[in-house]
Structure formats: C-alpha cells, structure tokens
C-alpha cells in the first residue's frame, strides 16, 4: 500500500473517499487527532492514522514518513469540495497550456486561424456581424482546451514528422467532428475564398456520413426525387431485428453499387401522436410531460 510504502499516491475522480481519506493526510501534522504518534528507542518516530471506509476499519494503519499524495481535481468542481480537504493540500492550477512547447504553441496558433476561417462565413456590406461561430461546426469546442489538446495529442503520435502534415491530420480530425450544414457553409466561409481548393477536397470527401431530415412522407418516391443518383432505399420499419438492419448496411457499403444510402423513418407518424397526446394533456392535468 501507497501509505505504508511511502509511495507517491495520485487520485482522481474519487470523490467518495475523499472523507474518509482525510483522517490520514495531514501526516506531518502531530497534533491531529486522527494520528497516533508512538516513539521507539530509536533515531525514528512511526505513526499511526485510524482509516474507516464503509463497515471496514483499521484503528493503526501505518503512515510512512515519505507518503506524498497528489488529488487530480477538475477546477469546475472545486464550488462544490470539501474546505477540509482543500486545506490539507497545497494548491497548484495546472491547464493544457502549461505542457506545452513553443512548437505547440505555434501549431496551435496556425490552426486555429484555420478553425476561425472555416467557421465563418464572408460578411457583405449588408452584413454588421458574423452570424456563425466556431461552435456552429465544431459541437462542444472549447477555445481553452480543444486546440490545444487536439496539436498535443497528435504531436505525441506523430513527433518524427513535419509540420504540415501533423496540421493536416489535426484538420482531419476537426473535420470528422464537424456538422453536416458546417460543412456545406464551409463552401461560403472565409476559407473558401482564400483557399477554395481546400475547402472543395473537405467538402467533396468520399464516403461522407450526414444526416438529412427531408421532412416528407414515408411514402415518397425518393428515386423519383433523385434522378439519375443510384441509391439503397430502407424503411426502418421493415427490419424485426437489429441484424437484419445491420445486413442491410453491410451490403450497401461492401457490395452493391449504389452511390447513396436512405434511411427512412416515419417520423410524421411520431408528429401526429404527439399532438393527440398534447390535446389530451391540456384536458387532464395529471398526465405526465413527454419528449421524443
């Protein structure tokens, strides 16, 4: 054990026996009553902490002298932690930025111009602000650590090659996060005008996943629609098992030849019972509020 071997201890996302941990920490502190300090006829002091966690207790568990341990805390978290067990800790803020190299810096600074290019569309006269961010593309991006941690990470997998090419690969990695409609305003972004042919090789990629909601009938002659574009055509409501559906998918990416997979699901059908259910509860308080 960490405490009796006078190891380094490193916890994180322990919450639960922070309280109990706290009888053994402050191990230099002699006063505490939660240590026992017990002098032998030698150069050395022992002591001893009283540690419970749930039914189970050890009354003299022993606290090497050399037992350091380090809490990894998240810092949105620290409202809600214990004073107590701030206190016993020395405090230090650690973020992404701090591990990086001016190498990563200046990759980070170079895509992230990139990111704000693709991101935004070209503004007109008519035009007093942007009407689209960063977080319009790239859902969940955070300035602070996105970036930062996307040009760390691939530097560590990639450190023996160049720069472009670690860029490019941190911009694959953006783009397989992007949404389909960031995608297509990529067309009108800033970027485009600067570097049209790169924004045509990411909008114009093979094998592109997007979601469409066409909002027409389950019924609806899609190949009709489409003209000369071959396409696999499903109704999710044919399939009985989950195997089934899985086959379906198999084949169109393995085996057939058709350019473009639908998927249709009778989401007007969900439309259309959701609005007896919303007639029905403004009659009847006591039915429960519903979302699909």
């Known amino acids: ?3 009796e071997a006078g190891k380094l201890l490193i916890l994180t996302d322990l919450d639960m026996i922070y309280g109990n941990f706290l009888l053994f920490i402050a191990v230099n502190n002699v ?4 240590l026992t300090t017990v002098h032998l006829n030698t150069p050395y002091t ?24 380090i809490l990894v805390m998240d810092e949105k978290k620290l409202e809600h932690t214990d004073p107590p067990l701030l206190n016993r800790f020395e405090k230090q803020r650690l973020t992404i930025n701090d591990l990086l190299l001016e190498h990563h810096i200046s990759l980070c600074k170079t895509l992230n111009e990139w990111v704000q290019q693709i991101s935004m569309l070209e503004q007109t006269e008519a035009q007093n602000k942007n009407e689209f961010s960063v977080n319009d593309i790239f859902i969940g991006y955070d300035k602070e650590e996105t970036i930062q941690s996307l040009v760390f990470d691939q530097c ?11 860029l490019r690969r941190c911009k694959e990695r953006l783009i397989d996060t992007a949404t389909s ?7 009108q972004s800033i970027l485009s005008k600067q570097k049209p042919d790169e924004v045509v090789e990411w ?4 094998g592109q996943l997007i979601i469409i909601n066409t909002f027409s009938n389950i019924n609806t002659d899609i190949k009709a629609c489409l003209n000369e574009v071959t ?7 044919t399939f009985k098992t989950e195997a089934q559906l ?7 990416w393995l085996d057939s030849d058709d350019e473009l997979l639908i998927l249709q699901l009778a989401k007007f059908i969900i439309e259309q019972i959701r609005e007896k259910y919303k007639k029905k509860r403004q009659t009847n308080d006591d039915i429960l509020p519903k979302h699909a």
Not at 31 to 34: E, G, I, L, V
Not at 50 to 68: D, I, Q, T
């Open 246 to 252: 899985q086959n379906r998918i198999k084949h169109f």
């Open 203 to 206: 909008t114009d990629q093979e």
């Open 46 to 69: 022992k002591y001893f902490a009283r540690v419970a966690l749930g039914a189970h207790s050890n009354p003299m568990l022993y606290v090497n002298p050399e037992f350091k341990c």
């Open 31 to 34: 006063q505490s009553n939660n």
């Open 1 to 3: 054990m960490c405490v």
């Open 181 to 187: 409609d960031g995608i297509v305003r990529a067309k």
């Open 156 to 166: 560590k997998k990639d450190g023996d090659i160049d720069d472009d090419l670690i």
């Open 231 to 237: 396409c696999q055509i499903d109704k999710l409501s």
